[in-house]
């Protein structure tokens, strides 16, 4: 049978997918128009135009109520916005979780949010702003402020889990143990947005340490890869994918095999641009202590 979500947007393609598995592998969101992101247009963000295309077709096209959507980073709201608004075109009925310490600093001010358009304002407090700029939503968000790694969850299972707060080593094992455990196998996903990025290698360690529990689905430029849970990790399992107590040499025999794994996908390079990035920052864990080699 033809999964019906993927049948209409695949009707605007002129291609069909029988299972939204399938229609995700093709990168479907690249043929969504900038004005099907609707009003979440607005809302500053730091991803790249495809990404966001891929958080609405998340939302819109993928999720079916599965479990919460739940926002790990959300910054001044643009990912959530995204987010929400294909949650909204769906008709979903489940929660979303936008969570971050909601702080920034002049620099990110004025490089993020008045270049993308709003009027300068005093102090670092980005937590009204967010509320403000996500209102069109109304009560489907859910605001959690505070250090990520101190949290919990018990919000019940999580359909769509996006990790944007993986900045240093320690706080992602914290967040994948606190969040991981609640995606449902076959259904949920994780949207890895740093995954390429060359200041965080512990990000694609920890998909490498993982990969009876996720596998990789898509790729979206410039740096976030989507995998979908196929067993939800256990304790045991989330102990083994811990990345913090690894050393420069295990982290970069990991990222020698994600580099193997990922070259049909075209990404061996930028897998190896990180195993440069490390080398020429020795010990580092924090994303913001790394140097361009
Ligand atoms: C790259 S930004 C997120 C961008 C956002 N998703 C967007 O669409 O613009 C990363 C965010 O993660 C937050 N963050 C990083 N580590 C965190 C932690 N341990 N606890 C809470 N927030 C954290 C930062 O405050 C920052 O807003």
Redesign the pocket.
């Known amino acids: 049978m033809v999964w019906q979500g993927v049948l209409c947007y695949a009707a605007a393609m002129e291609q069909r997918f029988d299972t939204k598995t399938e229609a995700i592998r093709h990168a479907p969101w690249r043929r969504l128009m900038d004005r099907s992101l609707g009003r979440a247009r607005s809302?500053?963000?730091?991803?790249s135009l495809e990404?966001?295309k891929l958080?609405h077709w998340l939302t819109a096209f993928w999720a079916d109520g599965a479990g919460a959507i739940v926002?790990?980073?959300?910054?001044?709201?643009?990912?959530?916005?995204?987010l929400a608004e294909g949650h909204r075109i769906a008709g979903l009925v489940s929660a979303i979780h936008a969570?971050?310490?909601?702080?920034?600093d002049e620099d990110?001010k004025q490089s993020?949010l008045y270049k993308q358009g709003l009027s300068p304002f005093e102090g670092n407090d980005?937590l009204p702003l967010a509320r403000d700029l996500l209102a069109p939503w109304g009560d489907a968000i859910h605001f959690h402020?505070?250090?990520?790694?101190?949290?919990s969850w018990e919000g019940g299972p999580i359909e769509i889990l996006?990790m944007?707060?993986?900045?240093?080593a320690e706080?992602m094992d914290?967040?994948a143990e606190a969040f991981f455990p609640y995606l449902v196998p076959g259904r949920s996903l994780i949207v890895q947005?740093?995954f390429l990025h060359w200041s965080q290698p512990w990000v694609p360690v920890q998909m490498e340490r993982m990969p009876v529990h996720f596998t990789p689905l898509a790729y979206a430029p410039r740096d976030t890869v989507v995998f979908l849970c196929t067993e939800a990790p256990d304790r045991e399992a989330l102990a083994t994918a811990r990345t913090a107590h690894l050393s420069d040499s295990e982290l970069v025999a990991h990222l020698e095999v994600a580099a193997r794994s990922f070259s049909d996908w075209g990404l061996e390079q930028r897998l190896r641009d990180m195993i440069d990035g490390l080398r020429a920052n020795p010990g580092k864990r924090r994303a913001y202590q790394f140097r361009k080699p």
């Open positions: 809302v500053p963000t730091m991803l990404e966001q958080y926002d790990l980073g959300c910054f001044a709201g643009g990912s959530t916005a995204r969570y971050d310490r909601f702080t920034a990110v993020i980005i402020r505070g250090e990520i790694d101190q949290m996006v944007d707060a993986s900045k240093a706080t914290r967040m947005q740093d």
